[in-house]
């Protein structure tokens, strides 16, 4: 590994939700030199020791650009992903589990030291029943049922692969649970619950009843605080998976005191099958195998990223959905693509 004042990184998705928060994070990091920012459009956004470029990783097309990129990177940093279009699992697969795959190879043949891979709670087989926090050495095989958990357990087992085929590759996998802050609202808000859904409706005084699900429990962190946690990764000799996640857990009895609305009982099939209904007729794009793959996410103990990273989230999960809520009453927003809002951040 080079002296760590000479690290060259490569970050693919380097305008969306962690990438915004990682680029500004290493922009500040004394020993990175220099930083390359890939995504499928040029950001608006000026930082330092930052350069930019665009690459579509879907495209079998656009692998030489990309391969000229990565050729002479210290690290990369493999953010990219798509959450969209539900109804098109296909699309979502070119980008997230082939383009994955392209940006592996590129790797190999560069034989770059490092590399730092987005992976998530989603790739987690279902937790424990009793709930207990799982930690890295549980199974990372998804929920069949949902394009986007199958895809982030598959990029793991293709990660396996690619470990053992290239041991000289410093390889980290980051596990985050749910991921927030007020720039990225729009996005997320776009994502699952669809472009023209309003935001204003998140205020306390216009959502009086909360609905109830059973087995509704799940963790929040802070995007920039995910970020550190990949700067961390780049300047330490660590490998393998690390588990992100942030207190309280949260859950309706929480939701309901931060959004003062009073818990009401709905049947789980009751939602789903309301979601189900809307999702087909294309009035929101989350889909209800994703509703039934939250409901099964186990809770993360972050333990060896305290240990070994000397980690700490600096936000509760409750300041981090905070973030979120303001963000969507507010239409905040970045200068990039994805993240555009009714009032850049």
Known sequence: MK??????????GATGNVGTSLMRALAREPRIASVLGLARRTPALTLEKTEWAEVDLSLESDEPRLAEYIADADAVVHLAWRFQPTHDPVETWRTNVLGSLRVFDAVAAAHVPTLVCASSVAAYSPGPENGTPVSESWPTHGWPGAAYTREKA??????????????????????PCFLFKEESASEQRRIFAGRYFPGWLFRPELLPVLPELQ?????????????????????????????????PVIDTAVLSSLLDARPVKVPNGAARSLLSAAWHLRVVPASPDLFDAVLRIPLLAPDRARRELGWESSSTSLEALGAFLRGVRAGSGDATGPLTGRRVG
């Open 3 to 12: 002296a760590s004042t000479e690290l060259k990184v490569v970050v693919t």
């Open 154 to 175: 598959y990029v793991e087992r293709v990660l396996d692969t690619f470990e053992r085929d290239h041991p000289q590759t410093r390889v980290v996998r980051m596990r």
């Open 215 to 247: 087995g509704l429990r799940f963790q929040a962190l802070h995007t920039d605080d995910a970020a550190d946690a990949y700067r961390r990764a780049l300047v330490r000799d660590v490998r393998g998976p690390f588990n992100l996640a942030a207190d």
